[in-house]
């Protein structure tokens, strides 16, 4: 899958051109010394290294053009071609960027003795492939995410949170759902930080991505599949016996958001029996739902900017004593109804600790 040309990190191609900068590898001195360290293997044309990469190559030749990241072998009679070690300097330029790093420091650490080792990153023939392959700058993910670097790591994911996050990405640009899922194994994390540092970056991410899909391909679904078998794994064991019932119901019209199995995945974890309800919910329904699953309380998930929250508002007037807890966009929070039983919500941790709040106080009455 290939990203629109307007979209690549480096730019669109100068019409004018642009002189190389100072140090580029163009003095035959420069190439020998580096064709003497390159391992062997195929030279590759602008295409296929453009393939490889998931960029555009007019991308390919900005770097080249303005950072000296361009190809290294020239033979008599042909067009220079990309060397392995050419390509893995382009995997770290291309590495960096998606990770924040502006273009012209990611050159300089591509061409440095900062860059990582990426002496495997080189993908076999005939693989188009890099997903699993591509390497990171725990350093530079830290910079571009803030504090992500601090969090703790999900297993099997390299530390620094935009690394692992553009990995994540660029699984999801694949298809590479069983990728997607080794990246989104959740055991042992808080869920509530898997969310905010892994999940809700990467679907922003995609989101931000203009590119071009085959038939049947669709990145975000491939992404959201990954994180919904990632909660199913870690909800599988039965609740306990007598576990507190927290049931969340849909908005009339509005598809489920996935924060809503997050949050459900929350609950589980604090022992509770989150139940969620899918289809058309019906002001009747949700009375007779709270009423047939013995619901401790009722949360209502919202991302749009007018939900209709009349199921609450109905709600709030039949059971006077079952607690409801409401998070909505911040442009919706003025059509929250609020009462003595329903409550806003403004964040996700918030929300979690009011509902197992809730739940534990109407279990010691």
Do not use: K
Request: charged share 20%; glycine share 8%; net charge neutral.
């Amino acid at each position: 899958m290939v990203p629109a040309a307007d979209e690549t990190a480096a730019g669109s191609v100068d019409p004018q051109g642009a002189s190389a900068p100072a140090g580029r590898p163009d003095a035959p001195a420069a190439r020998d010394a580096d064709r003497a360290q390159v391992p062997s293997g195929p030279a590759l044309t602008v295409a296929a290294v453009a393939r490889r990469l998931g960029v555009a190559p007019a991308t390919l030749r900005t770097w080249d053009r303005r950072y000296g990241l361009g190809p290294s072998e020239h033979l008599a009679g042909a067009h220079r071609r990309y060397t392995n070690q050419d390509l893995e300097r382009l995997l770290v330029m291309r590495r960096l960027t998606i990770d924040g790093v502006a273009p012209a420091e990611a050159a300089r650490l591509a061409q440095s003795s900062e860059a990582p080792d990426v002496a495997a990153a080189v993908p076999a023939a005939g693989s188009d492939d890099l997903t699993g392959r591509l390497p990171v700058r725990a350093e530079a993910g830290a910079a571009a995410e803030g504090s992500g670097a601090d969090h703790p790591p999900v297993a099997g994911v390299p530390a620094g949170g935009a690394s692992s996050v553009a990995a994540l990405v660029d699984a999801a640009l694949t298809g590479r759902a069983d990728r997607c899922a080794a990246l989104l194994d959740s055991t042992g994390v808080d869920v509530t930080r898997w969310w905010a540092d892994r999940v809700q970056p990467a679907l922003a991410a995609l989101a931000r991505r203009t590119v071009v899909e085959r038939p049947g391909v669709d990145a975000r679904e491939t992404l959201l599949g990954a994180v919904l078998s990632a909660l199913r794994a870690r909800t599988a064991a039965p609740p306990p016996a007598g576990a507190p019932v927290v049931l969340l119901l849909p908005v009339p019209g509005e598809p489920r958001p996935v924060l809503a199995h997050v949050l459900a995945a929350a609950l589980v974890d604090g022992g509770v029996d989150a139940r969620l309800v899918a289809g058309p919910v019906s002001t009747r329904h949700a009375g007779e739902l709270a009423l047939m699953t013995r619901a401790r309380a009722v949360v209502t998930l919202s991302e749009s900017a007018a939900p209709d929250l009349s199921v609450v508002a109905r709600l709030a007037q039949e059971r006077t004593d079952l607690p409801q807890f409401v998070m909505v966009a911040a442009a919706a929070e003025d059509r929250v109804p609020l009462d003595r039983s329903v409550h806003r919500a403004r964040t996700l941790p918030g929300l979690l600790h009011e509902a197992l709040a809730a739940v534990t106080q109407s279990a010691s009455l």
